[in-house]
């Protein structure tokens, strides 16, 4: 198993450019997560997923959207990049099953610059 | 609104000393409490999961209390070694609505030097 991976690793964009980063997971889990990191604020929930099909604003939806594509796949899409996204972006997955002990497990990370 | 702090925010200790890393949160309505690691450029994993109802977890060196009312959790490490230099971020689980939310703290990073 890969568990979680992301694509980019890395990736710098002007300002107004899009880009579209990507998550899955095979671990056949249900929920799928999109964070960003940012010093001295800690991890932020973007958008979730909490199973195929559906979509929820999380804490910082503003500038981004996404799309379930299947339930492996969830891709962030940044329509126009602003300096103000410049972040690390984690992806995490969920299998939601034993709610009460299950827990989220996380990509590597995408660390994205705009300039 | 939720807010989780964790105190210190860094941390440096010799090999073999015990330690606590601390949280804190401000809402008692949790559903449970997680301890994560974060190394550098990677992602978290998960350490410790705690439930509301219970008081503690426990892995190898490492024990997570939970004390509800008064809104505090505590990781104990013990025997550090350097290989547990790394981030520690907690986060509680909100019950609002019966969807999942994971409120972070910003974390302690911890150096334990051989």
């Known amino acids: 198993n890969a568990g979680v991976t992301q694509t980019p690793k890395f990736q710098v964009l002007k300002t107004g450019q899009s880009m579209t980063l990507q998550c899955a997971q095979d671990m056949n889990h249900n929920s799928m997560y999109w964070y960003r990191q940012d010093p001295g604020m800690g991890l932020r929930l973007i958008y979730y997923?909490?199973?195929?099909?559906?979509?929820d604003k999380g804490e910082v939806p503003n500038g981004y959207n996404v799309s379930r594509l299947n339930k492996r796949e969830f891709s962030l899409r940044l329509e126009s990049a602003a300096p103000s996204q410049t972040s690390v972006y984690f992806c995490?997955?969920?299998?939601?099953?034993?709610?009460?002990?299950?827990?989220?497990?996380f990509g590597p990370g995408t660390r994205l610059t705009v300039l | 609104k939720q807010e989780v702090t964790q105190i210190p925010a860094a941390l440096s200790v010799p090999e073999g000393e015990n330690l606590v890393l601390n949280c804190s949160f401000t809402d008692s309505a949790i559903y449970n409490l997680q301890w994560f690691r974060q190394d550098p450029g990677k992602g978290l994993t998960s350490l410790l999961l705690?439930?509301?109802?219970?008081r503690e977890q426990t892995s190898g060196r490492l024990n997570a209390s939970l004390d509800k009312s008064s809104g505090r959790s505590t990781l104990y490490i013990a025997a550090s070694q350097p290989g547990d230099s790394a981030t520690y971020l907690c986060a509680v689980r909100r019950t609002q609505g019966g969807s999942e939310k994971l409120v972070f703290g910003k974390g302690t990073k911890l150096t334990v030097n051989p």
């Open positions: 705690i439930q509301s109802s219970q």
């Open positions: 997923s909490a199973s195929e099909g559906t979509t």
């Open positions: 995490a997955s969920r299998k939601r099953q034993v709610e009460s002990t299950d827990t989220q497990y």
